[in-house]
């Protein structure tokens, strides 16, 4: 399952007895495109990547749509936004290599969508070490393909997205209305202390996530642009834990605020999350941070996508992932104050799913 949050929106429960729940949309799906299969499994190389790239160890990423649409069906997932696995960045490569890379991607995912438009939506790749190269892909993915945004990394070779280099980029993304769901790939922080243990995946994806929303804010990209609808995946990292501590320094250190114009906190609900946070425990914290600011669906294999909740006293109610073909998220909450703790009944647990 994966949450949502953004400005100015707040949560629209339906009661238990109303009409038929609404759809269940997983934001959070990857796909390796099939024509990179075809070729590194016959032994070739595709685009300077062999086999090892697309972790087809993982038999997941070798399912045909049937495949995947029988799976969702058993977890109770209506649509899918399938996206390129994160390995398919490539923006260390030459930007006219890693342009088409992401071309046959998008127009692979394109084709998923079309084939099966009732069970997918998509989000493309991008050449973003080359702004200009991305923006021409963006537009045509949204305007010729149909994709709903794109997912991109942390940062493009180490440089973060408050840099002037990107300004065209997110001027373009809100223009286009683009969903840009924020994945890491690698190398993240974590790598450079260590490289152990597994800790450039586990620890360094939520580093990363929870450095990009500070560059974001401090950066003052989503004062800029302010309709830009950014996704923090794996429940935005330790973003919710870390804003405290990131408030307390805004207020004793004014001189390193860069051109955000208020306190971290109060952008947390100008992003989307996903939930992709393994326990109940944290999504109950996540869900606290932002008052309970919207909600979607994430990936196969959690738990059942809609809860039992109570909320501030009030009789028992479910919770289905409010979403829409134009906006995954489009949250309005009704019949509780922000400061009503929401307590969150999850159904029998299965065994989690590991999503990188």
Partial sequence: MQLCAAPDETIHWRAVSASPPRRVIDVHAHVTPLRFQRVVLDG??????GPDAGELDNPRNRWLPAQRIEAMDEAGVDVQVVSPTDVFYQYHQAPDVTARIAAECNDEV???????????????????????????????????????????DDHVNNLTYDHPLFDPFWEAAEALGAFILIHQYGPTTVTYRTEQFFFTNSIGNLVDRTITFGCLVYGGVIDTY????????????????????????????????????????????????????????????????LALSGCCSGPIGRRRWSWSIRCGGSSRRRCSSPTSARRFCTPTRRGCSARERVHIRAPRRRRAAWTG
């Fill in 44 to 49: 070739k190389w595709w685009y300077g990547m």
């Fill in 110 to 152: 394109a084709q998923m969508v079309q084939d099966h438009p009732a069970r997918f939506m998509g989000l493309g790749t991008l050449p973003m070490q080359d702004p200009q190269r991305a923006i021409a892909e963006a537009e045509r993915g949204m305007r010729e393909l149909g994709l709903k945004g794109f997912m991109i």
């Fill in 226 to 289: 302010p309709g830009l609808r950014i996704c923090l995946g794996h429940a935005g990292g330790y973003v919710p834990y870390a804003v405290d501590r990131l408030d307390k320094g805004w207020e004793m250190w004014p001189g390193l605020r860069g051109r955000s114009l208020g306190p971290p906190s109060t952008y947390l609900r100008r992003f989307y999350y996903d939930s992709v946070t393994y326990t109940d425990r944290n999504l109950r914290f996540l869900l606290d941070a």
